[in-house]
């Protein structure tokens, strides 16, 4: 059998950061499995004998290895910090959004659903989009629930 492709070798304040970082259980449980796993590797042991101590399933210490190689110690938490995402609706076509669904619902419905009003905005000559999902459109409206949109949507609270 090789020789493992990502090893872990902690410096002593890793270990012992990792250490505290477990011993305060404020955390999210991945974020402890992840570091768990961290020391577990460093004291030599197989992914197989880790997945049994940790209780993980066996993909998980090769990830966390591979993740820890690459990014260090931040690889303990599962998002990579320099992912950004970009909006889809800005502020004026929030506004349009908005004032589609507190307006009457199109003919042959008795409401505004999701899907019809991300096919309306796409629709808009005033808005350029290629295409809009209607989970875009549930984000948006959520976020203003002072709107009487929700109530046409069927949102009784």
């Known amino acids: 059998m090789g020789r493992k492709q990502h090893v872990v070798d902690l410096s002593a304040e890793e270990r012992r950061t990792l250490e505290w ?88 419905h008795a409401r505004w659903t999701l899907h019809l009003l991300a096919d309306e905005l796409v629709a808009l000559d005033e808005i350029d989009f290629e295409s809009i999902s209607h989970e875009t459109v549930r984000q948006r409206l959520k976020k203003r629930p002072e709107t009487p949109s929700l109530r046409l949507l069927g949102d009784s609270a």
């Open 21 to 108: 970082f477990i011993s305060t259980s404020e955390r999210k449980s991945e974020d402890n499995t992840r570091a768990r796993i961290l020391l577990k590797a460093d004291d030599g042991l197989t992914d197989a004998e880790i997945c049994e101590h940790v209780g993980c399933s066996i993909g998980t210490p090769y990830n966390a290895r591979k993740n820890y190689c690459e990014r260090g110690l931040a690889a303990i938490h599962r998002r990579k910090p320099d992912r950004e995402y970009e909006r889809k609706l800005d502020g004026k076509a929030e506004a349009h959004l908005i004032k589609l669904a507190c307006s009457d619902p199109p003919e042959g």
